[in-house]
């Protein structure tokens, strides 16, 4: 093993420390709290919305969403016939957002040039009384680009449930008003939402403005929106695209992770308004805790692995 040096001490840094990783053109930049992708660059070349390295991620930037993914409406669900109520992090909705490891120190297992993996004990908390080992593992290669595998594995003693997700924001020149600012989605239904952003049913994409199955222009569009019904390529990756050829970017995402939000940043505050596209594959859609729908069910003793990446490149 090769051991890497990080980026200073992250005493000062709201995210802690800096960990760097590299191969050929390819660098990333993973902050040591919540495991969060801050930076990741071809040849100086921005393929992701970047935050500053002495402040927090912007729109939840890059961020490890487990063992939620999205909202839980007023935090509250019930598991094996048990209520339980989690602690409201979106107060302006009364919902419980993204999760529980977003703001939690990780610890380096290995770093060497292109590889950083690191691990999280998540101790039960209030609502998720539940144990889980975490393993977050970034890799650079220089042709494939930036994989991303996360390892969950139950460490309590009675069944969890359990989701994650992901919340890298996609960029490139122009922004998503821009030339390149071009869309494709591989998925056949968008999920409609209440004020709260709380799912009410799945409607097909045809005909609606969130049909992006063929390329088209994000110009004017506002999307906080999830998608399912994944089209996947023969690899068993399904791909979501910004820009197109060479300028472009691609987000693919391996099975288990069958749902897809897209969010276009309007809300965010300049310069980061509409600069860049959030893709945010995800193993259960918003409330799920709630509905039941798509949430894995961990025994004791069992884990289970998801994979996504993001590299150079829109076919």
């Not at 449930?161 to 924001?169: L, M, N, V, W």
Request: aromatic letters at 8%; a negative charge; charged letters at 25%.
């Amino acid at each position: 093993m090769i051991s890497v040096p990080h980026t200073g001490t992250g005493a000062e840094r709201p995210t802690g420390e800096q960990y760097s990783i590299k191969a050929g053109e390819y660098t990333a930049v993973v902050t040591e709290v919540g495991a969060a992708l801050r930076s990741l660059r071809l040849d100086n070349r921005e393929l992701i919305m970047e935050f500053p390295e002495d402040g927090v991620p912007v729109g939840g930037s890059g961020q490890l969403l487990i063992p939620w993914p999205n909202r839980i409406r007023d935090g509250k669900y019930t598991f094996r016939g048990v209520e339980r109520e989690l602690e409201i992090s979106e107060p302006a909705r009364n919902n419980a957002i993204h999760g529980l490891t977003r703001h939690a120190s990780w610890q380096v297992d290995t770093h060497e040039d292109s590889l950083l993996r690191l691990t999280l004990r998540l101790e039960p908390q209030p609502g998720y009384p539940f144990l889980l080992d975490l393993v977050a593992e970034y890799s650079l290669d220089e042709d494939q680009g930036l994989t991303i595998t996360v390892s969950a594995r139950n460490a309590g003693d009675w069944d969890a449930p359990y989701g994650i997700g992901s919340h890298a924001y996609l960029k490139t020149d122009g922004g998503l008003d821009g030339p390149q600012g071009l869309a494709r989605v591989p998925a056949g239904r968008w999920l409609m939402v209440d004020e709260r952003m709380i799912p009410q049913c799945e409607v097909p994409v045809a005909g609606t403005p969130y049909d992006f199955r063929d390329r088209r222009s994000l110009r004017g569009v506002t999307l906080d929106t999830a998608y399912t019904d994944i089209v996947r390529d023969a690899d068993g990756r399904a791909r979501v695209t910004l820009g197109q050829g060479t300028e472009g970017v691609t987000m693919w995402f391996g099975e288990g992770l069958e749902w897809v939000q897209l969010f276009s940043g309007d809300p965010l505050d300049e310069p980061y308004h509409r600069s860049a596209l959030a893709v945010e594959p995800m193993s259960c859609p918003p409330n799920a805790f709630a509905t039941g729908k798509g949430v894995i069910d961990l025994a004791p003793g069992a884990s289970v692995t998801h994979t996504w990446g993001i590299v150079v490149g829109a076919a």
